[in-house]
């Protein structure tokens, strides 16, 4: 029963996805849906790409090993924060600005094609780091179900994610996001729980005794508070700029939509995330000494879980693996066809030719997202922190300047993305080979963010804008997101009323989520005795 419905749940992701892809009429639909996603498509794709591998396989393997506090705390609270901040600040303004990728971005607000093609090439790079994770994920999960060759399983699952995610674009993937979703929230509203209280609360609390630290944020490894910190950090730095999230942005109805679908969103994904890492903690109490931790959650769906409820477990894992691939495949097919070729092509395409290159880009990514993937490079964790690193040290800078400074330029865009990135991958690898050593309070990310901040603002100080990188400036300092929602109201009959209608639900529906995160999030802490 357990793996007739995994199998069965595959199917109808993958069918799904080729039945959406007809919808696609133009390059509107299949880069940004046409601009018509609705709030529980946003709230669906948004909740789907923020629950992925790296939850369900590798935070939660720390979380049965080490305690849930390590990472899952301050770790989840930094991706929330950065969650915020990439649909809120950075998602809300690119949309306002038109933009249909981040790298429109960068193109219209520097127009320098330098600028421009390296900021791709971190997006691409970052994205086939995190690709990499997904698929691995996916590997171990069939392969422990059906003893396949790890290699096969690989090859297999890209050819089915490029079964629609060639032809449906972003339209295909918020779709199947979407329905993914509900699977997802099974998991984490039933089968985990279920988990927790077969393995029980005071049985779980009981764990200290025997595993020192285990509910404490230094873990059974004791780690310096440093590193707990740079989590912190480094998730907020991430997820700030990580096209998987602000790209939910571009396919939204309206800014309602936006604000409505982050509050649901942000809410969901926490919801989602910590009854698993609980589930995976409870796993110490059902089965201690489990050595490759990244399995911990596939051994709890197999062995101690129901079969239906395993199935469900099963199908939300794939899920959630799925559906962040389709979605890098996707976003990672336009930056190396819209952005990077169209870039240094300098000729206009039209919509069929960007729709049939855009295609080739998504083959060759999953080309080689799958032959990294079967070489298994590292564990599931690591490989996310480094993929997600090169976003907040290659970009968040010059983003964030290029949003509010009026004397950022092109030099200091390109000598702070280059720095920054270079600066990470050799103060990581120089450390962990022992050629240098930093105090345990720095961790690699926050000094080559810090050499990537100081470089644009030197750079920046000494240089000067030329005159299309000041009117642009001029010119998005003028654009408020709110304001073409506002004028879509207001040629409404009743506008007015309708838009302060709106206004009203987006309060309330603030109000709510409060109320029902303390309630939740109390009855835990209470039965964990954290209070």
């Known amino acids: 029963m357990t793996v007739t419905i995994f199998v069965l749940s595959i199917v109808i992701y993958v069918s799904a996805g080729i039945f959406i892809a007809r919808k696609v009429k133009n390059s509107d639909d299949f880069f940004v849906m046409g601009e018509k996603g609705s709030t529980l498509l946003i709230v669906g794709t948004l909740a789907a790409t923020y629950l992925s591998a790296v939850t369900l396989l590798g935070v939660s393997g720390i979380s049965y090993a080490e305690g849930p506090l390590v990472i899952t705390v301050t770790g989840s609270f930094g991706a929330w924060i950065g969650t915020l901040l990439a649909i809120i600040y950075v998602g809300r303004k690119m949309k306002s600005l038109g933009c249909k990728t981040m790298p429109d971005f960068f193109r219209e607000r520097f127009n320098n094609s330098a600028v421009t093609s390296i900021a791709t090439i971190i997006m691409i790079i970052g994205l086939l780091g995190y690709g990499v994770i997904q698929l691995i ?277 390109l000598g702070s993305m280059i720095l920054g990135v270079l600066s990470f991958v050799f103060i990581t690898e120089f450390e962990k080979t022992a050629v240098v050593t930093l105090p345990t309070f720095l961790d690699p990310l926050m000094v080559s963010f810090l050499i990537s901040v100081a470089t644009l603002i030197i750079i920046a100080l000494l240089s000067t804008p030329n005159h299309h990188e000041t009117k642009y400036f001029n010119y998005l300092k003028t654009i408020k997101p709110s304001t073409a929602t506002i004028e879509q109201f207001m040629a409404r009959k009743n506008g007015l009323e309708k838009l302060k209608s709106e206004y009203r639900h987006v309060i309330i529906l603030m109000i709510t989520i409060i109320v029902l995160a303390v309630l939740i999030y109390g009855f835990l802490f209470y039965k964990l005795g954290l209070d």
Request: proline share 3%.
């Open 137 to 413: 994920g996916a590997g171990l999960l069939i392969e422990e179900l059906t003893g396949i060759d790890f290699s096969i399983i690989i090859i297999i699952f890209v050819l089915a994610l490029l079964a629609f995610s060639l032809y449906g674009g972003m339209y295909g993937v918020v779709v199947t996001d979407t329905i993914m979703f509900f699977v997802m929230i099974a998991v984490s509203t039933i089968v985990a729980p279920w988990l927790i209280q077969k393995a029980g609360f005071s049985e779980m609390k009981a764990l200290s005794d025997s595993l020192e630290g285990y509910w404490t944020l230094a873990g059974t490894q004791n780690r310096p508070l440093s590193f707990t910190f740079s989590q912190f950090l480094v998730w907020i730095i991430f997820f700030t700029c990580t096209p998987a999230l602000v790209s939910r942005v571009f396919p939204a109805k309206n800014d309602f939509v936006i604000l409505k679908s982050t509050l649901i969103g942000v809410f969901l994904a926490a919801l989602m995330q910590i009854p698993i890492f609980l589930a995976a903690s409870g796993m110490q109490v059902l089965q201690p000494g489990i050595e490759q931790t990244d399995r911990v959650m596939i051994i709890a769906f197999l062995e101690h879980s129901p079969s239906v409820l395993g199935g469900i477990g099963l199908a939300a894992l794939m899920a959630a693996i799925m559906s962040t691939t389709s979605t890098l495949f996707v976003i990672a097919g336009f930056g190396l066809s819209r952005d990077l070729y169209q870039n240094l092509n300098k000729n206009t395409l039209s919509e069929k030719k960007q729709m049939l290159v855009n295609r080739w880009a998504q083959l060759i990514i999953g080309g080689i997202v799958a032959a990294i993937a079967i070489s298994r490079p590292a564990a599931i964790y690591w490989i996310s922190i480094y993929a997600g690193a090169l976003f907040g040290v290659g970009w968040l800078p010059t983003v964030i300047a290029g949003l509010e400074w009026k004397r950022m330029n092109y030099k200091a865009a």
